[in-house]
């Protein structure tokens, strides 16, 4: 059975990066003070990219031995890594080319290939490589980043597509029904299974879906597929700005707001 998720209101966009940032550095540090390594998958989206220029900015920078991180995704668009759509474009722009951040500890999807599916399959490899996982072993995340769709999908999983069916991959090809259509996502089993899962969520527009996601008991993940996050035994927080929570009900009861 999984913990309830922990939910945490701030004021604003700003905040709610400042909150991120202070978590993951805490986070890294533990993770590397337990096993030398803190492994993350970043989330993609315009949500992040606060964030991301923060973990960059003197506040932030000197804060967590950049080495000892290695960078993963959550998801990726099917463009070049240098397309405007392109998560790992907009993470490389903010974070890891200004933190200097050495390729090899760089694991991107490669979103460029012709084959999706065997784009998914070759992501999947560098996983079990890294973590020295072999199949059907899952391996865990210390954090991954997600971000919420005003329509309840998260990383590239979205609502009635075959991917929130997938239970033994860890990386699969799907589609989008708008933007760049073909995607990369890692698996609701795959992110179920990290030490912590951070979702960042922030702006009016997204109210109605985490009131749908965290008010609503009804578990049918498959209109709502943030509904399919339960970690198996790691830490689930959702990271609210005053906006997106401002649907909120049930959930708010005993929420801790920072705006207080
Ligand atoms: C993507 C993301 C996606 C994103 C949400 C929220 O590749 O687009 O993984 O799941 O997190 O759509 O996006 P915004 O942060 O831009 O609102």
New binding site residues.
């Given amino acids: 059975m999984s913990a309830a998720p922990e939910v945490r209101i701030v004021d604003d966009a700003e905040e709610l990066a400042c909150e991120a940032a202070d978590l993951l550095v805490w986070l890294g540090q533990q993770a590397i003070t337990a096993g030398g390594r803190f492994r993350v998958a970043l989330?993609?989206?315009?949500?992040?990219k606060v964030l991301y220029t923060m973990l960059a900015s003197p506040a932030f920078s000197g804060q967590l031995e950049w080495p000892r991180v290695d960078f993963f995704f959550?998801?990726?668009?099917c463009v070049p890594p240098d397309h405007p759509d392109s998560?790992f474009g907009i993470a490389n722009e903010s974070l890891l080319r200004p933190l200097k951040i050495a390729s090899g500890r760089v694991f991107r999807m490669r979103g460029e290939d012709s084959n999706p599916d065997q784009a998914a399959r070759q992501y999947e490899d560098v996983i079990r490589k890294e973590f020295g996982a072999s199949a059907p072993a899952s391996p865990s995340f210390d954090l991954i980043l997600?971000?919420?769709?005003?329509d309840g999908?998260?990383?590239?999983?979205f609502a009635g597509t075959p991917a929130l069916e997938e239970r033994t991959r860890l990386v699969v090809a799907n589609l989008?029904p708008r933007?760049v259509k073909n995607?990369l996502?890692l698996t609701t089993s795959t992110i179920n299974h990290a030490s912590t899962v951070l979702f960042?969520?922030?702006?009016i527009?997204?109210a109605d879906a985490v009131h749908v996601v965290l008010d609503d008991r009804d578990r049918d993940g498959g209109r709502v597929p943030a509904k399919l996050i339960r970690p198996v035994s790691g830490r689930l927080i959702w990271l609210l700005d005053r906006a997106a929570a401002s649907a909120l009900t049930v959930a708010k009861q005993g929420v801790v707001s920072h705006e207080e």
């Fill in positions: 989330s993609g989206g315009s949500t992040p959550g998801d990726e668009r998560n997600l971000g919420l769709g005003d999908h998260t990383a590239s999983l989008a933007g995607r996502t960042l969520v922030s702006g527009s997204k």
